[in-house]
């Protein structure tokens, strides 16, 4: 007797989500469940509800993280993540002039997770190390992100009582500078500094391009014409966002910190194993820690699955090809991992300086025509194949081994 299949479309929602069952043949069950512990709780038990096996329920969701994703995944469901795009062409089947609500959204995605499964992507429990990867560099980018934020606000603050602060550090975003305000907040303190005090700075934070006599001068000459009330108004502004920028700058090491002894915990555990992709990972060029963690954190289980075609289309290194006729052209993928890009166009720029092989690839590319952007991909490209084939071989990188190989190959 063949089971009935289950499908269960979610429209998630911040404060509520609407939940759509269909069991076999029967009229589809719609009930709206609220953002709580209790509601959740409910959620998975009308989802389960009855005799069924969990491997015969399919789910559709919007979105592929989340509480109502781990309550789901929890129960050991198959869900499935459908991009919203999608979603908006399946919406058509139903109702080709527009029509959109939450129930009928759920709808659309219970009646299609069983025939266009093949067009979502499950979601599975990844590996714990991964996950807490994922969370320690997304995080850093986050405070990364709040530091940026806050020496471009400082900048704006010094431009207008300090300028010529700017000519030593344009950026205003060095941590000898915040501590130089510190000592003398105000120009007229700032033009009191000896040299002594000054040198002492710059040395504690080895700065090198100045000397205590540049940076003594800038200050003697930052003293403006301006209102005692205007400078204090600003002097309280910067001494906070000098506070900020020292703790988001000691959160960031913290959690490289983290990061690297996570690293090295791992790599020392897979000593006593016969996988060694950490290992293996950081052999390659241009793979430091902080690009290794991103890229094991934001890439699933495609190295895990050695998956070549995946991880080249998760970081934007393969090409999408439009052709229609007799036109034919090739554009940068746009949908990927922004994370994982950026991660991988860093690892590609460190590769082409301290490889001979990749830096050579690199002005072919280049002589050829082809732009910086495109050169820089296919060197990603390149990196993510070597690290798979070193993966499925469980070999670590050897430069010295390939040019061997390469000079036997010349002669």
């Not at 992100?145 to 431009?159: D, K, P, Q, T």
């Not at 700065?207 to 000459?221: D, N, S, Y």
């Not at 990927?336 to 050579?360: G, M, N, T, Y």
């Not at 910086?372 to 798979?388: E, H, K, P, Q, Y």
Request: proline residues 3%; contains cysteine; aromatic residues 4%.
């Amino acid at each position: 007797m063949k089971k009935t299949l289950r499908r269960v479309g979610i429209d998630w929602g911040s404060e509520s989500h609407q939940v759509c069952r269909i069991d076999g043949e029967e009229e589809p069950k719609q009930r709206s469940f609220p953002h709580t512990g209790e509601g959740l709780s409910a959620l998975v038990a009308f989802v389960v509800e009855g005799e069924i096996d969990g491997e015969q329920i399919a789910i559709a969701i919007e979105v592929n993280h989340g509480a109502v994703v781990e309550a789901l995944l929890a129960k050991g469901l198959r869900v499935y993540s459908i991009n919203p795009k999608l979603l908006d062409r399946l919406r058509d089947r139903f109702s080709p002039a527009g029509a959109k609500d939450d129930r009928r959204d759920a709808f659309v995605l219970a009646s299609c997770v069983e025939s266009d499964a093949h067009a979502f992507r499950r979601i599975e429990l990844g590996n714990e190390e991964n996950t807490r990867l994922q969370a320690a560099t997304r995080l850093r980018e986050d405070v990364k992100s709040e530091l940026r934020a806050n020496a471009n606000r400082l900048w704006n603050e010094l431009r207008e009582y300090r300028p010529a602060l700017l000519t030593l550090c344009p950026g205003a975003d060095e941590s000898w500078l915040w501590v130089l305000i510190e000592k003398a907040p105000s120009p007229s303190e700032g033009a009191k500094l000896t040299s002594s005090r000054i040198g002492a700075v710059l040395k504690k934070h080895r700065i090198r391009r100045l000397t205590a006599k540049e940076v003594r001068t800038a200050l003697r000459g930052d003293v403006l014409s301006l209102r005692s009330v205007y400078i204090e108004s600003h002097v309280a502004r910067v001494l906070v966002l000098i506070a900020r920028l020292k703790l988001a700058q000691a959160q960031i090491v913290t959690i490289e910190k983290q990061i690297k002894t996570a690293l090295a915990e791992r790599v020392k555990s897979e000593e006593q194993t016969e996988r060694r992709d950490l290992t293996i990972l950081l052999s390659l060029p241009g793979f430091g820690s902080l690009t290794v963690a991103t890229a094991l954190g934001e890439s699933g289980d495609a190295f895990e699955r050695r998956d070549y075609n995946a991880l080249r289309s998760i970081c934007g290194a393969a090409p999408i090809t439009k052709q229609s006729g007799g036109t034919r052209y090739v554009v940068m993928r746009q949908v990927c991992q922004p994370r994982l890009r950026v991660a991988l166009h860093l690892s590609a720029l460190q590769a082409i300086r301290v490889d001979p092989k990749f830096r050579d690839l690199y002005l072919r590319a280049r002589a050829r025509g082809q732009t910086v952007g495109r050169a820089i991909r296919n060197i990603a490209d390149r990196l993510l194949f070597l690290a798979v084939q070193l993966l499925k071989k469980n070999q670590l990188y050897d430069i010295s081994l390939r040019q061997i190989a390469d000079v036997a190959a010349t002669a």
